[in-house]
């Protein structure tokens, strides 16, 4: 109890950890997996990304986005070989190339964490006297990272057990890939008591060679220039065959001890606590390599005071502690006493946040000033899209009529309304298919989608009017479908029903109302919706993309025609199919950034713009706030290992949150007042009927 | 009495049976082994392939009920509802679709959820006695009508409504107590404050009328009258005959919850941050996780089952009118 | 043109079989007894006119004709839109949409918001809705006064429409006011002030939003008017499902145990011990199923919408029988073992005479007790499965749904108040209406309350 006169009481948290330098942090739901092999979104990456390293990273306060080696000792050495393997020369044309081959390098003496895997005795018998709830607890051990380790990752990725979500895709690259997995299949079906460590060590895979200790090599498919953007995803992150091993420990695997559940890596943490119904702890990792924070960084990182760091051994913090949270109303509320130290902004608290000046630009409210919490913008490189599915009879396909019926439904789409409702402003109204930040995107007048816009010293609508006329030349005078006398109906298939939807398809239905279409909504699960896109039967529909690494490829490849999600299978949910666009993307894909690159994608984007598969929707800005504490928080949408780079100030941190928190005892004083006279009449009447039946 | 408790017992059986088989028919109606493989895959670049093989490291590649091309009785037994309920009638509830020890999960899961419902459910019934008695206690005065305007009031309020103003108020105006979070031992005292608060204000209004008129009915009988004209005061009489008989229906009620408590509260959960089982049912229903979701299915129609059992032997106890044969 | 919706066929069956059973009920004496002490009852009979005006904005809600509607550039549709004569009635309210959230009788929208005035000069401020007070040029000083006279205006059209009804009433039924009944004045003053507040919302509705309006500008008070519906047909339909299984089952359990019982009890333990949230959750999710595989059945929006709802309350109904089935089974335990019925018994009344007879009436208040607290009980449960998106659809208006999205609007900063309290005041007028309406039919039916 001595505890509390110097903490507060509404404190979420146990543990007085007031001089540490703890990140507190939350996640709403469970990640799925934590094995880096499996795991594909962004609440596992926000913790995995801190624990496991791949070969390369994206430089933290340098734009554009920039690789840097990581576990590499330098940037790979690429050189390609035609069909029958003799080396080619760097500068041979696409066509020949068959082959590319990339030399890997690894950085001498990085250790894994200290883990009881690598104590190899520890694999058949634990001791006795432990009781199954720290693996921690466990003798310790550690081994140095060598070229093995990345290689039975590879492995691991092709394994059918694995079911890694990229396995597909990288068999189409990598070298052997796809014989690797189909012999495993088979030698398990062959020798099924087989532990999975030794299965995988016992066959090679063709594509990948370890040539020492410290270097080795991966083939891959023709040219594919954006495989080292794979490369620094935590895909391809080192694991210790000793982890698989240990964790296939019955025992443990009993307790729900697994791989997926405490993972072995490099990186600056490790998990320490993992109870994804409560909280997950990382703490810093001893074994963790010599890693700096960066002494460059682009003007506005300078400016912000980013480089104050510069130079000291990272991580900076040694602990974070991420809680629980479902719901956005607690954690904004926690947030505000200084109980989480950022947070995201979200649509309903966001003028409480954020304000504009008169010129608009945007700030924070006096208020937040007060607290010193800081504002962080960024436009996301990611694009919410309305598609079409070109397979359709009435919106799709490639006809002058359809084409119109898609453009007068672009331009009577106002996003700019959509932004300020739904986003509070906070979005880009897209042009095309490419977000700001990714190469090939065109600012102001140039970059502006004509089918949509027109410019005026900035974007301008095209007029209603307009839409009505190309709505008439498709063939629907005043939105009259000729075949049945009637408004024309269209139908949105959505999975959408969360407490914000309906506000959102009534908006969408004021929208199609504008030119006197009818638009019904067919609401359904996440199955059936997902399976109407895969069988192409969806007309209209919403979806997002959220980028992988940050080339123009990564979002090109959603039109072209081979990735066609109905047809082929692939991400191209509106099965657009252009063979003048599908050309022009097969030779811009394994292009450098140069000026001949950026002409051919603005051919394609003008392409899509006058097909209009999609409506371009908008690239959302992402504010994001941070308490005065919280230091070096800088945007850089494609690092996930952030978190190494945060500093903390705990004791600023102590005061803030002892003079928001001050308890208010006095209203519970006056509700037991209020309840003591209320029961004052009580008591008398009672006294009252008691005389009488007395009497 | 034993030979009753003994045939309810075998009746377990038939009941776990049907609750099963129409937990299989609603879960694949709506999705079918594809879908789960699906869902557990994550969106981005999922192949049939990568389909097959999960259904194939599952189980769920068999048929559901029927397989035809094996012979006999391999027929009925090498299907996906064979194979996963066996192992049920032996709570043995296995391995999660996403691969976890479900016993483990939900033994690590219970007590958070009883830590606040079992003070929520004590404290709830006292408040509710005692505010219906004083109800009763001032039968057709102005207070009365007061009391039940203020019953219907909290009735009419949305149970969210309840927890977003606890929070803003007494978490976060008041600070008084932490807003959200959790922790295990006594450090959980100060995290229940607000959830059990809030789920007895939250449960007066209908609770308090319930219980209203389970004692009206007991006050009107004839045994009332008499003993208020041999002179017992309104007070004695209350507490002395109405409360005691009115034990029954309230029983009925209590006891049968009692075992299902430990299943927690979506609502209360979610909102507070609380690492219970209350939305292990749902986010397995939305993650469409089939193991999990027959087994807590199971597990709670067994836990209701005794909840039963225990409400018919708590009658013979409280009224010895009542026989069990 | 009529075109009826599911819920239509229902809302108007339920209306029929409650008239029917009244008049029915009224050539009866010994029927006509408790009706006339309900209408004695003072708290009766208000409650009752309000459950009535409730109903008769549900049932006006449920009969659709179709219209032909003016569109946005002034023309009329050549095409007609099947809307509820409540909608045409409160088409001034319906159609005018703001941009976004505005406060109750605001003239400015709720945030601030760049705009660019004549003059060319961009401010950051509140901007002019688009309806609410737009008829108004010096909204900050004439608005107070504005507001009082156009209450005071619906007040005397409210009052004067009264005075006209009660003519007309002496004029058709001279002797209701000969009666003795003391429910009689009450009953008129309620519809005073039902008129009253008809009044001032005709007369002030088309000039201000007066419950504020949503997130995509829509009229709260529309939204909350037309989610009475829903909630009758989510009580009404939801008790008329449950009540004949849970009354019949019951009583047959508890009566003749044996193997009745058994099955009986077999029946309920299986459902009710599978959690009520999968049944639902499988239900909602079978209708989207059929619904995506039979398009051409469900060409509207509405249509598609109706079903979801008619299935939930069946769906509801199917869930929420077996909590009433095994508490009358327990009080029939109880009964049974009576003086009185075993009496009965010895005298060879014959058993569904006895059942009818002796045990349901002793059992009625439980039953009429449950039907309260469960209506109420469906109203705001049907908030909780849309946290859950299992409840209504989200383009139906409900109060479960108003709940549902303010819990976002409570965040906000400064809070958005008036859904909430939009949905939480007619819910609660219904709910209380209904409450003290039961409570009035129980003392009044109850044989042992007679004095």
Redo the contacts between chains.
Sequence with gaps: MAACTDR???????EGEGEEKVIYSSFS?RP?HLDPAKA??SNEYAIIAQIYEPLFQYHYLKRPYQLEPLLAAAMPTVSYFDKHNNPLPNTAPDVDIAYSEYLLSIKAGTKFQPHPSFNIKRHDDLPSDWDAVSIYDLPLGTRELIADDFIYQIKRLAD??T?S?????MANYIIGFNDFSKKQTALKRQFPTLRKAQRLQSEKMFGVKKIDDHHFSIRVKGKYPQFINWLAMPFFAPMPWEADEFYSNPLL????I?L?WYPVGTGPYFLAEN?P??RMVLLKNQNFHDEYYPIEGDQAASAQGLLKDAGKKLPLTDKVIF????????Y???F??G?YDASGI????F??AV??????DIGLTTNMIERGIGLQTAVTTSSYYFGFNMLNEVVGGYSDKAKKLRQAISIVMDYE?YI??FQNGRGVPAQGIIPPGIFGYIEGELGINPVVYTWDEGLVRRPIGQAKRLLAEAGYQ?G?DPAT???L?L?FDTM????????R???L??QF??I?I?L?????????F???MRSGSAQMFMWGWNADYPDPENFLFLLYGKNAKSIY?G?NAANYQNVQFDALFEQMSTMANTPERQLIISKMVAIAQQDAPWLWGFHPKAFSLHHGWYKNAYPNLMANNKTKYINIDPKLRQIYQNKW?????W??LLAMLIAACLLL??YI??RR??RA?AL | MINYIIRRLFYVVPVLLGVNILTFVLFFV???PD?MA?????D???????VD??KQ?RGYHLPLLWNEQEEGLQKASNTIFFKKSVGLFVFDLGISD????IV??IT??MW?SLAIAIPSLIFGVLANITFAL?LI??RS?V?EFAGLFLCITLMSISGLFYI?AG??FI?????????????PGI?AF??ILLPVFIGVVGGLGSGARWYRTLFLEEAAKDYVRTAKAKGL???QVLFRHVLKNTMIPILTGIVVILPLLFMGSLITE????I??LG?YTI?AISS?DFAIVRSMVFLGSFLYIIGLLMTDISYTLVDPRVRLD | MLTLLWTDIAIFGLVIGAVVAVWRSSKKEHLRRPWAKIFNNRMGVVSLTIVLFFLLVGVLDSVRLQHYEK??DGDY???AKALSVLDIILTPIRLQ?E??YSEPFAHTAY????NVDEAGV???LYPRLLYGGAHLNNPKSDKQADILLKIGKGLAHGLLAWLGFIFLLRLTKRNLFKTKLKGVNSGLLTLLVIFCVVGMIASLGSFYHILGT???G?DVLYQAIKSIRTGLVIGGLTTIVMLPIAIGLGLMAGFFRGWVDDVIQYLYTTLSSIPGVLLIAAAI?MA??Y??NN?ALF???ED?ADMRLLLLCFILGITSWTGLCRLLRAETLKIREMDYVVAACALGVGRFQLLKRHVLPNVMHLVMITIVLDFSGLVLAEAVL??I?IGV???TYSWG?MI??S????????IVWWSLTAAFVFMFTLVLAANLFADAVRDAFDPRYIE
């Design positions: 507060a009481l509404n404190n979420p948290y146990v739901e799925k594909y979104s059918p057990a079911q979500p990229i396995a597909g895709l695997a009993s307790k729900n697994s997926d109870n119904n409560r809680s629980l949270e479902k719901e956005s109303i607690p904004w509320n926690k505000l006493q109980y979200s649509s309903d608290s003028d409480q304000s504009f000046s008169a010129d608009g309304e300020s409702i005043k009259i006398g009637k408004p109906v139908y959408d029903s969360g407490p914000d939807s309906k506000s398809l009534n908006w239905r004021k109302n504008k006197n009818q019904v909504i067919r609401g359904t699960d996440y199955n059936r997902q399976e109407k299978g991400e928190n001050k308890p208010t005892y209203p519970l009449p009580a009447i009672y009927i008691e039946t | 709506v999705n079918t879908d699906r869902m557990q895959l994550g981005k670049h999922v192949t049939q392939e990568a093989n999960w490291q996403n691969g976890r020890d483990a999960d690590q899961r958070p004083l206690f001032y005065s207070l977003i929070q803003y978490g976060k105006l008041l600070a008084l107590t932490p807003i959200s979070g959790y922790a450090d100060k995290f005061s309104d007070l979610s909102f507070f941050g690492p219970g939305s986010d469409q | 569109l946005p549709s050549e095409h949409v941009k976004t945030a601030k918001e760049m961009t401010q950051w949503d997130k995509v829509e999710l989207q199923v619904m995506a398009p060409t509207t929006l598609r849309s946290y998106n659809d989200p383009s749904n549902n999205t819990r976002l609007e409570m965040a906000r900063e400064p």
